[in-house]
């Protein structure tokens, strides 16, 4: 099994342009979330999607928008990226809200660089 | 508000025991993870306190105190690949929130 896939592993943006940060699972996973990781900062939730259908704001949700596109697929966008984005993205998904004994599973994550 | 401590670094040899402590102040709890995470890599599940006591998975044991807002995860007979970071994150209904984590050096 996959677990959890993103793409691209490693991108550089120039201030202002866009993307499109990818996840899937194959977990038959119901939640999903989308983590950034700075230096000395820990994790910080971005968005996430408890169930298919809805999404959620995290922590640090201000220069991001998110799309659960089916239960697999959760993208991240940042529409008009800054150098303060610049951070090491993790999607990560769980089999349900309120099971977080079971554990989240990460992707490898995403290093992005805005210049 | 919300509050997570940990300490920021902790160095122990080979062979030997380490605690990591974590205190927390959170609304709507519901359990406390730990996560390890080796440089460059992803955060990996180790275990997760629902109720107060210890649990145990091999090497590794973690600890909650709800009435103290208090864990500690224990790892024994450290080895060398132990050497990471470790995360403790108190979860909620929906959501985990992860500390800025504690780098653990093992040396020889």
């Known amino acids: 099994n996959a677990g959890v896939t993103q793409t691209p592993k490693f991108q550089v943006l120039k201030t202002g342009q866009s993307m499109t940060l990818q996840c899937a699972q194959d977990m038959n996973h119901n939640s999903m979330y989308w983590y950034r990781q700075d230096p000395g900062m820990g994790l910080r939730l971005i968005y996430y999607?408890?169930?298919?259908?809805?999404?959620d704001k995290g922590e640090v949700p201000n220069g991001y928008n998110v799309s659960r596109l089916n239960k697999r697929e959760f993208s991240l966008r940042l529409e008009s990226a800054a150098p303060s984005q610049t951070s090491v993205y993790f999607c990560?998904?769980?089999?349900?809200?309120?099971?977080?004994?079971?554990?989240?599973?990460f992707g490898s994550g995403t290093r992005l660089t805005v210049v | 508000g919300q509050s997570l401590e940990q300490p920021s670094e902790v160095t122990a040899v080979e062979g030997a025991i380490v605690q990591i402590n974590c205190t927390y102040q959170?609304?709507?709890?519901?359990?406390l993870s730990w996560y390890q995470q080796h440089d460059g890599g992803a955060p990996t599940f180790l275990s997760y306190?629902?109720?107060?006591g210890l649990e145990e998975t091999g090497r590794f044991s973690s600890f909650l105190s709800r009435s103290d807002s208090y864990g500690y995860l224990l790892l024994q007979e450290l080895q060398m690949k132990d050497s990471a970071s470790y995360f403790c994150?108190?979860?909620?209904?929906?959501?985990?929130?992860f500390g800025k984590g504690t780098m653990l050096l093992v040396s020889p």
């Open positions: 959170t609304s709507g709890f519901y359990g």
């Open positions: 994150a108190p979860s909620g209904y929906s959501t985990l929130t």
């Open positions: 306190n629902a109720l107060d």
């Open positions: 990560a998904s769980s089999e349900a809200a309120g099971t977080a004994g079971y554990g989240y599973t």
């Open positions: 999607s408890a169930s298919e259908g809805t999404t």
